[in-house]
């Protein structure tokens, strides 16, 4: 599945072709996704302007000058395709610009969804009223986690996991950040101590931002809109490497099941 390096590279990719841009044709090829695109959508975004992309968690928002908020999730195997030589099967919604570009929302698997917000209610929208800071803002630091981990006995990467919590994490980098800490992954959260949990918050942002700055992670379906691979995992630490020598240099990295999902780390580093 995209995580928030994959959002946040995608967003970065359309940008150029999108903002400021009006959109001349809107057009949903299929009636759904995950779920049904709003009936309204080519109502309320044709001969709209786009004024702003950006993200929250792992959506990505595209606002227009109506007032309005497309919201998209590119759930598992969802892809934006810029100027693509023809539509294809899976091209389930096509974007044309005034200046002449095509994008389209790519999704093989159809887990992906899109809605149509008000610019102004997005705040309270459901699916973002519960979330948690973001990892690369302000708001999340190791005063926040000890406040919010205190007594927990739920392991620390079902924590970070936990959108209410944090928002945007996924699977890779929460691996990733708690092996750079020499976090063990089911450690309860609540015993983190703080001086870890603030060594944990700089690794969370360390990991995401180098994950962004190499196209993110590449894992089957995923590629920015230009085509490109995402290149994160040739960094991995841990992730996807059971059986191969830890970064520490002290032990083996072992691969876990936890909350039916595989966790990767290093017993000889993370405690």
Not at 89 to 95: G, P
Not at 168 to 183: D, F, M
Request: glycine fraction near 12%; aromatic fraction near 6%.
């Amino acid at each position: 599945m995209p995580e928030l390096p994959e959002v946040e590279t995608t967003v970065r990719g359309l940008r150029p072709f999108l903002e400021g841009q009006v959109l001349a044709s809107v057009e949903a090829r299929r009636p759904d996704l995950r779920r049904a695109f709003p009936v309204d959508l080519r109502q309320r975004l044709t001969g709209a302007r786009v004024t702003v992309l950006s993200r929250r968690a792992k959506y990505g928002i595209v606002e227009t000058d109506r007032g309005d908020a497309m919201v998209f999730h590119l759930g598992m195997s969802g892809r934006w395709r810029v100027d693509p030589e023809e539509i294809g099967t899976h091209d389930h919604l096509v974007l044309e610009t005034g200046s002449g570009h095509r994008l389209t929302l790519n999704d093989a698997r159809r887990f992906g969804s899109v809605d149509l917000v008000a610019r102004d209610a997005l705040e309270a929208w459901p699916p973002f009223a519960a979330l948690g800071p973001e990892p690369l803002g302000p708001e999340l630091t190791g005063a926040y986690l000890a406040r919010v981990l205190e007594g927990r006995m739920a392991t620390i990467k079902a924590m970070l996991l936990d959108q209410r919590i944090v928002a945007g994490l996924g699977n890779i980098y929460v691996c990733e950040a708690l092996n750079l800490t020499g976090i063990g992954p089911r450690k309860p959260a609540g015993q983190v101590p703080r001086q870890r949990l603030d060594a944990l918050v700089e690794a969370i942002r360390g990991v995401l931002l180098a994950a962004i700055e190499a196209g993110g992670s590449t894992l089957r379906d995923y590629a920015r809109p230009d085509g490109q691979l995402g290149y994160f995992a040739k960094q991995w630490r841990v992730y996807g490497r059971e059986g191969e020598a830890c970064p520490c240099g002290k032990g083996k990295v072992v691969r876990l099941i936890d909350s039916g999902r595989s966790t990767f780390s290093c017993p000889a580093c993370q405690r």
